[in-house]
């Protein structure tokens, strides 16, 4: 499985980003998707999942600003980010993991595929 995540960029604080994450190689109906970031001098952190069955789960920092949503026709993941801080600002990974689910839905250690990455920054 092959991720592509895009939609990164400079943004200011207040505004809206969506990101995607594209999947190749194998239909991901069945897989669990979520996004980690990274930010500079931290460890990656979980963001949002989606199981199979489209139950979502979120990071606390989200605090509803953020909506995962997943199609399975186009074999994707995206991340609708609302209300971005400057905290925001880091490299944002979207990983596919498949059934069963193992360890939990925010481990990063749950998810076998992981895609490049898309930076996003949000400053004034």
């Known amino acids: 499985v092959q991720l592509q995540a895009s939609g990164g960029g400079l943004v200011q604080p207040g505004d809206s980003l969506r990101l995607s994450c594209a999947a190749s190689g194998r239909i991901l109906t069945a897989y669990a998707l979520a996004w980690f970031r990274q930010a500079p001098g931290k460890e990656r952190e979980f963001v949002a999942a989606v199981s199979w069955n489209d139950v979502d789960r979120y990071a606390d920092f989200v605090e509803g600003r953020f909506t995962i949503s997943r199609d399975n026709a186009k074999n994707s993941v995206y991340l609708q980010m609302n209300s971005l801080r400057p905290e925001d600002t880091a490299i944002y990974y979207c990983?596919?993991?498949?059934?069963?689910?193992?360890?939990?839905?925010?481990?990063?250690?749950?998810?076998?595929?992981w895609g490049h990455g898309t930076l996003v920054t949000v400053s004034s």
């Open positions: 990983a596919a993991d498949p059934p069963p689910i193992e360890y939990g839905l925010e481990y990063a250690h749950e998810y076998r595929y």
